[in-house]
């Protein structure tokens, strides 16, 4: 039985720094046996093993729930053993033993084919979808990591173990869903594309930014209908949702677009969309700094009258009653 894939965000966050790395591993206990094994069949990695992987055998900072093996180990995973530890029930507190893992190993390469064999969502990394409730796979031959929350979940290397960086620091060719999972109460309509994805959400903000004269290299019919809002989140797109943005205030990310960060640049949008134009609003804001002006003129004069002393005021009034 596959496990829900809306699980494996939370896993991601409760475990990584939590986990450490050890090539060939899937969420076992670090032992020296094991490293002792990698080293026999991943000659390649000589170097870092002999250099780092002792690391992980002791200071865990969460022992498990097996301290009888090596009570001070750490649970080691390699990049898509890490993704196979949650799917093969492993955890913070339950490393797993060889006998406990249901779902076979498999290499990154193995994995992406499965994915696309098993009919997953992929594509090249420039179509990379955000704002998803759920990770997906980012790759490139030979490592993984994984895409959530705009940023990468990466089991790094015997030096570095389980970190989070950024989209850019290693040079991703791909995306793909976990073939390994549960996606039955997944929900589509979170996805934005960055690029690549057509879609309504893009297609209704680029709407907004050509009526209020944003230049996406597409303009306004006869009509008044945006001709080019075709709901693709190319550059042009992403550089002028970012020029929005700092205009108005809001985080910029043009390039990583998604809806729940972007929630009040679409009311905004929708707002200005529904029939007030860039003049209207010119002109409401405006009366606003006329309306501040007089307000702060009055002010200004009532503190002036609340200073004058009672006496004066008092005679003041008497000559008014006098001369009506």
Request: with cysteine.
């Amino acid at each position: 039985m596959y496990k829900d894939i809306l699980l494996f965000g939370p896993f991601l966050d409760r475990t990584v720094g939590h986990v450490g790395y050890l090539i060939g591993s899937r969420g076992e206990t670090c032992t020296p046996a094991g490293i002792t094994r990698a080293r026999a069949n991943y000659s390649q990695y000589a170097y870092t093993i002999d250099n780092y992987a002792a690391q992980w055998l002791t200071g865990n900072p969460d022992m498990g729930a097996k301290p009888e093996i090596e009570p001070e180990a750490w649970k080691v995973a390699d990049c898509m053993g890490w993704g196979e530890m949650w799917a093969n029930g492993g955890d913070i507190g339950n490393p797993l033993d060889p006998g406990e893992f249901v779902l076979p190993d498999v290499s990154t390469g193995m994995a992406f084919e499965k994915a696309k064999s098993a009919g997953r969502k992929w594509g090249t990394i420039d179509t990379l979808p955000t704002g998803l409730s759920y990770p997906v796979v980012v790759y490139k031959k030979g490592h993984v990591g994984y895409w959530w929350k705009g940023k990468v979940y990466q089991s790094a290397g015997h030096k570095s173990g389980t970190i989070i960086t950024s989209l850019s620091t290693n040079a991703w060719t791909h995306w793909f869903e976990l073939p390994a999972a549960d996606y039955s109460n997944a929900e589509e309509t979170d996805m934005i594309s960055i690029r690549g994805q057509k879609n309504e959400a893009t297609r209704s903000v680029q709407r907004g930014l050509i009526r209020l004269g944003y230049d996406l290299g597409k303009y306004l019919d006869d009509a008044g209908n945006p001709t080019g809002a075709d709901g693709e989140h190319g550059p042009t797109t992403a550089a002028q949702i970012a020029k929005f943005q700092a205009v108005n205030k809001l985080p910029v990310n043009g390039d990583q677009f998604g809806i729940d960060d972007n929630t009040v640049m679409i009311k905004l949008l929708a707002a200005l969309e529904s029939g007030v134009s860039q003049s209207d609003l010119d002109a409401v804001k405006a009366d606003l700094a006329t309306e501040q002006g007089i307000t702060a003129d009055l002010s200004k004069q009532l503190a002036k009258a609340k200073a004058v002393p009672e006496n004066i005021r008092a005679a003041w009034a008497e000559l008014n009653r006098l001369l009506s």
